[in-house]
Nanobody, 122 residues
Framework: QLQLVESGGGLVQPGGSLRLSCTAS????????VGWFRQVAGKEREGVSC????????NHADSVKGRFTISRDYYKNTVYLQMNSLKPEDTAVYYC???????????????WGQGTQVTVSS
């Protein structure tokens, strides 16, 4: 069973923080670039952040730049998304995806997680 499992979502007030985790089961993420995506019901999935397989480079969507940080722990076979200063417009289902060797896109990915709901509301 090869899969990605996200966790850490929930309800948070505007300005708050959440840390999402993406853990691989059945394979190692060491040689995969891993990205985070989000999707609102009825709309297309959009890329949020990505980290290279070696962990040397990261990129973020303009909408989250300066607020979100992506990182990885090879020993734990896990990629994290630290989300700070959350806004209501960050509300979405967040998915992680893994692709080798380049960052996944909404069309090109080897693995997808099941998603975790993030709701930012007062």
């Amino acid at each position: 069973q090869l899969q990605l499992v996200e966790s850490g979502g929930g309800l948070v007030q505007p300005g708050g923080s959440l840390r999402l985790s993406c853990t691989a089961s059945g394979f190692t993420l060491d040689h995969y670039a891993v990205g985070w995506f989000r999707q609102v019901a009825g709309k297309e999935r959009e890329g949020v952040s990505c980290i290279s397989s070696e962990g040397a480079s990261t990129n973020h969507a303009d909408s989250v730049k300066g607020r979100f940080t992506i990182s990885r722990d090879y020993y734990k076979n896990t990629v994290y998304l630290q989300m700070n200063s959350l806004k209501p417009e960050d509300t979405a289902v967040y998915y992680c995806a893994a692709r080798s060797p380049r960052c996944p896109t909404k069309y090109e990915s080897d693995y997808w997680g099941q998603g975790t709901q993030v709701t930012v509301s007062s």
